[in-house]
């Protein structure tokens, strides 16, 4: 595909005019080491452009760039026509330019309408805020774009994915003409992101231009008109979404080709892993029961607020349940404990890798060891070769890409942070691994690689159950699906014969 994309260098020849953003040969190092070689890119009034690469691919420093966050080193940039060069984002925003980043940046204790319009509340007398002409004009945007979400709400009171929704309704209050969407359904199901592209569909009517970052391919092919692609720090192709495949499009991001992980069904007559029995929480999950064999791989699919997450986290024990009962290999596991529940043989991946998951200011090495340096001690010391070990194999076997496993965790790419997660659950030696949304905010290669690794763990003989709100990932990784839908399962339907227009269906 490479031959037949533009490159930058035949860029210059067409109209300025005819583009909202122009992007030329963009280039940052940082230290001496080159961030971004050679950025390009070119959106055009009315179209949302997909900016693909994998995790330090050079995306972030570009966008960064664009949005006056960072200064480049060379090459030009051109909005509509006009040669910029942005110091702060308040002059991109002064041009029509905003953005919306997957780090999400709120202020707890403010009101989601305060929030939205921090710094640019309506005001009486030009002194005093009009604190209820702020919340009807909040209220209005969120109606607008069909975002569940209250005007009035206290952020801190906010879901992971309700305050990604704000994220998103504070970069439209702007009325900007170009928007860039970084990760925008980082956060939020399937049903929310629909709601996102009706919104990003009004904006393409009212000829503003979107560039659209995200590792969910298939949003990518159902909401952008044209791609671009960025690996190892420089511009690799682009062109129009209609004359490119999936299978291509993973190639020219990966630099290879990917083998897609294709799933086996688990053998007749396996013994029973785990079993729930009619576990409910309160108003979020009620009489819930639901099984897993030895080698089985089953999936949880439902949209935001279907007590998908809280169920995990009551199996594994970081809520407790009001009643019902979870028992792993035949035995009862107590309610509430994850330390108990790891040492039954459960692990848990989290939803949020970089809250609760890691410990982003330590080591690899002591973010892998973290759950297991009792069973690496004598007499209350941690013996430090056994834990060298454990760490050096656990590098080899989830391939991650360190030059050291002193290496800080937060220098890592989102892929192999990931593969840290996983390591670190590893090391208790899990017959169960609980895991929630596992492939969020990593590249193409990366999910390719932990399906491959989750399947692998349940051919051994162990059991997984996996929340996803993709449904392609969980039809592709799972043997069974439980549908979950306001705090009930309605249904457990065949992975390997079940379609994703089936799942939507059963799951709205």
Do not use: W
């Not at 949302?48 to 480049?72: D, P």
């Amino acid at each position: 595909m490479e031959n037949n994309a533009a490159k930058p260098q035949s860029a210059t020849a067409s109209s300025a005019f005819n583009e909202l953003l122009l992007a030329e040969h963009v280039a940052k190092s940082f230290n001496g080491v080159a961030a971004l070689r050679e950025g390009f890119l070119s959106l055009k009034p009315g179209t949302v452009h997909a900016l693909c690469g994998g995790n330090g691919a050079g995306k972030s420093t570009f966008l960064n760039i664009v949005m006056g966050l960072l200064r480049r080193d060379s090459g030009s940039i051109k909005v509509k026509g006009e040669t910029v060069d942005f110091r702060s984002a308040n002059e991109a925003l002064s041009k029509g330019i905003a953005i919306i980043t997957q780090e999400l940046s709120p202020v707890p204790e403010m009101t989601v309408a305060e929030n939205i319009y921090l710094g640019r509340e309506p005001k009486r007398f030009a002194t005093f805020i009009n604190f209820a002409a702020l919340e009807r004009k909040a209220q209005d945007l969120l109606d607008g774009i069909g975002f569940p979400v209250r005007a009035n709400a206290r952020m801190a009171s906010l879901s992971l994915a309700q305050t990604q929704l704000v994220e998103i309704a504070k970069a439209l209050s702007y009325d900007a003409d170009i928007v860039i969407m970084d990760e925008p359904t980082s956060a939020i199901g399937e049903h929310e992101a629909h709601i996102l592209f009706d919104a990003i569909r009004r904006l393409k009517a009212r000829g503003a231009g979107i560039i659209y970052v995200s590792h969910k391919l298939s949003e990518i092919f159902e909401i952008a008109d044209e791609y671009t692609v960025f690996r190892d720090g420089a511009f690799v192709a682009t062109g129009p979404m209609n004359g490119i495949t999936r299978q291509e499009l993973v190639t020219q991001i990966v630099g290879r080709e990917v083998k897609f992980v294709e799933k086996e069904r688990p053998g007749d007559g396996a013994p029973i892993l785990l079993e729930v029995r009619n576990l409910s929480k309160g108003k979020t999950f009620n009489d819930i029961s639901l099984s897993v064999a030895a080698g089985e791989v089953v999936g949880i699919y439902g949209l935001l607020g279907s007590g998908r997450t809280e169920f995990l986290e009551a199996v594994y024990g970081m809520e407790k349940p009001s009643s019902g009962e979870v028992i792993l290999g035949g035995q009862p596991v107590p309610r509430g404990s994850p330390r108990e529940s790891i040492k039954m043989g459960m692990s848990m991946v989290s939803e949020d890798r970089k809250d609760s998951g890691l410990v982003l200011s330590s080591s690899i090495a002591h973010n892998i060891t973290l759950s297991a340096l009792s069973l690496m001690a004598v007499s209350g010391f941690v013996q430090k070769r056994k834990e060298s070990e454990v760490v050096s194999e656990m590098i080899r076997v989830q391939r991650i890409k360190t030059s050291s496993p002193e290496r800080h965790v937060d220098t890592l790419s989102g892929g192999n942070q990931q593969k840290v997660v996983f390591a670190r659950c590893l090391t208790t030696n899990p017959r169960l691994l609980i895991c929630d949304e596992p492939t969020r905010g990593i590249d193409e290669g990366s999910k390719q690689e932990i399906y491959a690794f989750l399947r692998d763990f349940a051919t051994k003989g162990h059991g997984v159950l996996v929340v996803s709100s993709e449904a392609p990932e969980i039809l592709q990784v799972s043997d069974r699906i439980a549908i979950f839908k306001a705090g009930k399962m309605v249904d457990v339907v065949d992975g390997h014969a079940t379609s994703q227009q089936t799942l939507m269906e059963l799951a709205s």
